[in-house]
């Protein structure tokens, strides 16, 4: 697929459940996410998988619904994958050591909702609504969900973000961003934090967890707002992968 704000094409991995017919009448709810060539194959990742075909059957087996997977390949570049996925905002730091060049998290999460969404939309088995979509992904692609959560509750209905890196804004400047996309229960949808603490992971633990509280400072209930944090678990797909039932079962339950 070719991008419009990329030079190169990228893969876009759809997976589609174990119940899927072509042609049926059974409709599907959609989450689109960062990082696809992590989603559900390890022989297509250098870190390892996110399991998610596991935790959509075992969802499946708890009589819960299950959803199509449409994940976005990364760039081979992380410099590039972190100007794709960070939102287009004065940034204080980077994983690399400098603020992005040119972030345009913006049009990654423009894109997913003004093309690929359609597109999805017209190929697949979808159930279109709001309520029904849903956008995620870890690290950077973390804190593009929680971009795409703010900018875009006309389409996504749910955000999955994981390990953000809130440490990137002064907390003022995340205060004046809350404020600016008028980010309260009444006019939002439903987010799900998760955040380590082992290792690299520890630099994304405070902001997450100040996120978290602000945020049920700002009215968010249980409805609205689930977070979880373990400190013993490392930045890695692997304990993404744990914590992604409980987010797809906040979701589709």
């Keep these: ?15 589609l459940p174990e119940d899927y017919v072509f042609g049926g009448e059974k409709r599907f709810p959609v989450i689109y996410m960062s990082d696809g060539q992590n989603l559900v194959d390890r022989c297509l990742s250098a870190y390892g998988d996110w399991h998610l075909d596991r935790v959509m059957h075992r969802l499946k087996e708890e009589g819960f619904p299950n959803a199509i997977l449409v994940g976005i390949d990364c760039p081979k570049d992380p410099g590039q994958r972190e100007n794709e996925l960070n939102p287009p905002h004065k940034v204080r730091f980077s994983l690399f050591g400098r603020g992005p060049n040119k972030p345009i998290g913006d049009k990654m999460v423009n894109f997913m909702a003004d093309e690929l969404k359609p597109l999805i939309d017209e190929l697949f088995l979808t159930l279109a609504g709001v309520g029904d979509t849903a956008i995620g992904g870890s690290s950077m692609g973390g804190i593009m969900a929680f971009y795409g959560f703010m900018s875009r509750p006309d389409v996504f209905g749910f955000s999955l973000s994981f390990s953000p890196p809130f440490f990137f804004y002064s907390r003022r400047r995340l205060l004046r961003l809350l404020d600016e996309y008028d980010v309260r229960p009444e006019s939002k949808n439903k987010v799900f934090l998760y955040v380590g603490g082992e290792g690299f992971e520890k630099k994304f633990t405070d902001g997450v967890i100040w996120m978290a509280e602000t945020l049920k400072n700002r009215g968010f209930g249980e409805d609205k707002l689930l977070s979880s944090v373990d400190k013993i678990k490392p930045h890695h797909e692997e304990a993404w992968s744990i914590y992604s039932y409980d987010a797809f079962k906040f979701w589709l339950g």
């Design 1 to 15: 697929f070719e991008l419009p704000f990329a030079s190169d094409k990228r893969h876009i991995r759809v997976w």
